[in-house]
T-cell receptor
Framework: DGGITQSPKYLFRKEGQNVTLSCEQN?????MYWYRQDPGQGLRLIYY???????QKGDIAEGYSVSREKKESFPLTVTSAQKNPTAFYLC?????????????FGSGTRLTVV | GIQVEQSPPDLILQEGANSTLRCNFS?????LQWFHQNPWGQLINLFY???GTKQNGRLSATTVATERYSLLYISSSQTTDSGVYFC??????????????FGKGTKLSVKP
């Protein structure tokens, strides 16, 4: 079955550490996205990529970095510069055909600073 | 940027009741989607509906693009419909999707 896999489901970070969240898709989608969700809030865009080796900042990119070396993979690094990283992180992808425009989301990673 | 307002913020229904959720946009969008987030956090795409009406089982959605709003109808609600419903909108650029901006969601609780 095609889909998006995010790992790990739960992640604990110590102060000053960088951590990397994994996102892999086998839907052959060109575009991939990272969103952050805080309790009781909507989703806010961190970074997105429309094509391999290219990505753009979203609304809250400060303290985060990404890479897109393969079509299937779009990892997100939460750096020590991110002051309040505790949140639920969601990865999504979408295709370039009209029948495939709808976003498909992974099951998310819950990051907690300890 | 585009602002997305959803109403109502909270909704409690008895099982079997019908409901209508609304989404207003501050500017025109040509990419509009509805999602359901279950209590475990999984987001499921319900509709891609930049205009017109679509139906999928007990759910249907209507978007009136010229008036910048969309409606999600839930009929004969079930306890499994509980969760948060998000609408999101954004532009298309030359055939590629731009950012989807999400509303704050409508939290639906269906009581047995």
């Amino acid at each position: 079955d095609g889909g998006i896999t995010q790992s790990p489901k739960y992640l604990f970070r110590k102060e000053g550490q960088n951590v990397t969240l994994s996102c892999e898709q086998n839907l052959n989608h060109d575009a991939m996205y990272w969103y952050r969700q805080d309790p009781g809030q909507g989703l806010r865009l961190i970074y997105y990529s429309q094509i391999v080796n290219d990505f753009q900042k979203g609304d809250i990119a400060e303290g985060y970095s990404v890479s897109r070396e393969k079509k299937e993979s779009f990892p997100l690094t939460v750096t020590s510069a991110q002051k309040n990283p505790t949140a639920f992180y969601l990865c999504a992808s979408s295709g370039s055909d009209r029948v495939d425009y709808g976003y498909t989301f992974g099951s998310g990673t819950r990051l907690t600073v300890v | 940027g585009i602002q997305v307002e959803q109403s109502p913020p909270d909704l409690i229904l008895q099982e079997g009741a019908n409901s209508t959720l609304r989404c207003n946009f501050s500017d025109s969008v040509n990419n509009l989607q509805w999602f359901h987030q279950n209590p475990w956090g999984q987001l499921i795409n319900l509709f891609y509906i930049p205009s017109g009406t679509k139906q999928n089982g007990r759910l249907s959605a209507t978007t009136v693009a010229t008036e910048r709003y969309s409606l999600l109808y839930i009929s004969s609600s079930q306890t499994t419909d509980s969760g948060v419903y998000f609408c999101a909108g954004g532009p298309f650029y030359g055939g590629s999707q731009g950012n989807l901006i999400f509303g704050k969601g409508t939290k639906l609780s269906v009581k047995p």
